[in-house]
Structures are given as C-alpha cells and as structure tokens.
C-alpha cells in the first residue's frame, strides 16, 4: 500500500515537471525567434542603406550604431536595448530608424537613435554585458549603489565603469537632448519621469496601448533615469516598458508612439 502511495506521489511530480518544463521550452521557442532575428538585423545595421554610424564599441568590441535623423535645436534620444535579454527593445528602435529613413518630411526636430547600447547581451541573451554588468544600474546617477542583491543586476565596480555606459553619458553630453527615451521590456507599460509633457505621454499611451505608469515598483539605482534627471541635468526621460519578450509587439504602434514624441514642441 505504502510502495503504490509513493509511486502515485512519483507519477504526479513527474508530470508536473514534464509539463512545466514543456511551458518553458514554449515560451523559449518565441523568444529565441525573436532575438535571433534581432541579432540579424543588428548585424545587417553596418551595411544598411539608412547609414547607421558608429557611436563606439561595447566590451567585447561590438559596434554601437547610431544615427542623427532631421534637425533643429530640439533634440529626442531614443536608446535601445540597454537589457541584452529584451530583444524587442532593440527591434523596435531599429524600425522606428527605418520608418525615419524612408519618411523624412514627417519629422519635425531632430532625433538621435542609438538602437542597440548593449550588443553583447543581445548576442549571448544575457541582461548584462559581456563584463556582466547591468549598464542600467552603471549611471554614474547620485542613487548609484555598489551593492546589490540579483547577480544581473551587477552595477559595476565603479559608476561609468563600462564603455556601453561612457557612450550614452557622451551622447547626452554631446546632444543634449530634451528628453531620453530609454526601451525596455516586459511591462507594456510607459513610465514618464518628472517633466515630460502630460498630454505627450497620454498621447504617447493611446497610440501604443501601453498604459501610464509612475513607479515601476522597485529601486533602480544608477539608473539612466535616475542620472538624466539630476539636478544639474534634469532631463526628462520615458521608460517605455514593450511587452513580452516571446510575443512580437506592434513595432508600427511604437513607431507612431516615438514619431509623437520626436515631434512635440
Ligand atoms: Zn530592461
């Protein structure tokens, strides 16, 4: 009686793996399109009509691409892809430069877009970068903390440590922007800072579908928010949280969403 109790016990907690490591390897399967097909066109980026250029190169001597599109003295930054593991972060910021190449009449300031800051997380699917560093806990923001408690939330050992970081922190420099847009993943969720604009936001949010958002519900210290927006910068900046990592967003949606934003005046 006792030997079929725990052959029953058995049967069950062999099922429940099986079948829990089969949701898993679902979900991979989506994902894993995803990012390899971003890592394609993030390679394709050196030889793409649109004329990405070179900002500067990661840690493991990945080049990071950028491009200016239109002009003015009213600057938008758009940065993708500071988390490897959130490909669409990358995709999207790739197409939003893609709709600018072919539609130029419709942009109204000038717009920096440097789609892919962390091009070795992308290829290995980490978070980090090939230091293992969270470039996103790396600003050299007053919140940056030297500890921390999750292994990819590494902040580096000292604030700016890493060359994915020194390029955002230059190109902020260099242009100025208004407003940073830094692209995540996976609330489906905008998270506009202090000083961004309501009815943009709110604009910004229809056109998406993504909702509004304030707090993202955890610390972030040595953010990129939270170094644009110190007193002496005081940028303001959206987080703007895609959705799931294994479901294809709406890249035409976020087009038209960043499009908003360029254009606000
Ligand atoms: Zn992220």
Redesign the pocket.
């Given at each position: 009686m006792k030997n079929i109790k725990i052959l029953k016990l058995f049967v069950v907690m062999l099922l429940f793996f099986v079948s829990a490591g089969h949701l898993y390897a679902l979900r991979q399967r989506p994902y894993n399109v995803i990012r390899h097909k971003t890592i394609k066109e993030y390679r394709a980026m050196s030889v793409s009509p649109i004329g990405w250029k070179v900002l500067g190169y990661s840690n493991d001597m990945n080049p990071v691409y950028y491009r200016e599109f239109g002009s003015g003295s009213k600057t938008l930054l758009v940065i993708g892809g500071?988390?490897g593991d959130?490909p669409a972060?990358t995709m999207s910021v790739i197409k939003f430069g893609e709709y600018l190449y072919e539609f130029p009449e419709l942009l109204k300031n000038r717009v920096v877009l440097i789609p892919c800051i962390n091009p070795d997380g992308l290829i290995m699917g980490t978070?980090t970068n090939a230091n293992r560093i969270d470039i996103?806990r790396n600003f050299p923001a007053p919140t940056w903390k030297a500890k921390y408690a999750k292994n990819h939330n590494n902040p580096g050992r000292l604030p700016g440590s890493e060359p994915e970081t020194v390029l955002v922190v230059n190109a902020i420099y260099d242009y100025k922007p208004w407003m940073v847009i830094g692209v995540?993943?996976p609330f489906g969720k905008i998270y506009p800072s202090e000083g961004v604009p309501a009815d943009l936001y709110k604009k910004m949010s229809k056109i998406s579908g993504y909702g509004i958002d304030f707090d993202i519900g955890y610390d972030t210290p040595g953010s990129l928010g939270g170094y644009i927006s110190e007193k002496s910068r005081a940028i303001p900046s959206i987080t703007f949280e895609i959705g799931p990592i294994d479901i294809e967003p709406d890249y035409d949606a976020i087009t038209y969403a960043f499009l908003e934003a360029a254009n606000y005046r």
């Open positions: 500071l988390h959130e972060a978070r996103n995540h993943q």
